[in-house]
């Protein structure tokens, strides 16, 4: 009797290898190898449906006095996001980002205004400032070895208290810090809008890291010491090294983050930007960066920055109450989270 040759034997892995190769091509995974390749993509989508949607809601929000208004506004945000984008590429987090540019705000306008140091010292001494906070919080996770999350929380509060105890609690006027600190605030038409010299800062900065991290040895240490920080040191990376590098360099982006306040909000206060740590991991998070660190470019940042800013803007427009927006950006924050998860596990 003649035998079949197409038994089960012969079909079991067929067809497994026919599933696999169709979960491959299926759309969802299709999209799941996308993101996981270009994680700025998802953001750029997010920011686009949002302008289009707040639009249409209220014709005014895509004014070009409105969509000016939103740039300015998240150009403190973007450039604290880029120190902090460098940080969580490496796994880490830092929570004192904000006070660290308080910190450097107060400086800088305390010598300016009750210490007649001209403006160019007080930058300059503005930025040493910066980077001394990013080396002690490096010094503490590369030397030390206590965690970052640790680590940013108590230099979060001895940044917090130093500003007030330097300022005694009170604001600098704009008019008595100089015009080069005063510098990032002016405007420049471009056409129908409306920008800043410190958003143009912002794009310079963000222009060099982008640089740095895709085409030097250093960005490749960054991603490679986020992704598996054993495995880059068994390939001869100096792990602890690079992380000092990059809590460093975070550094002097917040003391120019600090640069970009005073000239936004036109003076130096202890009281600004109260919301900035948490804000410039929102904008990370949303920007398709992941937590777990290795995964991520600096251009999502900045569109993370911008959906916020967009959200803030357009629900403002839309009267909606205060406290919901604040709702619709934890919400974003955690679909972000929740999506990353999904990202990485392509392979599963």
Known sequence: M??????????????????FEQRKRSPINRIQHLLLGDPWLGPAAVLLLAIIAFGIINPNFVEPTNLSLVVQQVAVIATLGLGQTLIILTAGID??????????????????????????????IGLVLGFGCGVLNGVLVTTIKLPPFIVTLGTLSVFTALSLILSGGQSIDGDSLGSLLNWTGTAIPVGQFRITTGVLV?????????????????????????????AARLSGIRTSRVLFSVYATAGVIFALAAWILIGRTGSASPNAAVDA??????????????????????VGTLLGALIVGVFRSGLALAGVNVQYQTLAVGILVIAAVAIDRWIRGVSA
């Open 95 to 124: 929570l004192s980002v904000g006070a660290a540019m308080i910190l450097v705000t107060m400086v800088m306008g305390s010598l300016a205004s009750a210490h007649g140091v001209p403006g160019p010292l007080a930058l300059l």
């Open 202 to 230: 912002m794009l310079v900065l963000y222009a060099v890291v982008a640089f740095a991290l895709g085409q030097t040895a250093w960005g490749r240490h960054v991603y490679a010491v986020g992704d598996d920080s054993q």
């Open 2 to 19: 003649p035998t079949d040759l197409s038994d089960t034997s012969v079909a079991g892995p067929s067809t497994a290898a026919e599933e």
């Open 277 to 298: 740590n948490l804000d410039s991991i929102t904008a990370v998070v949303i920007g398709g960066t992941s937590l777990f660190g290795g995964r991520g470019v600096v």
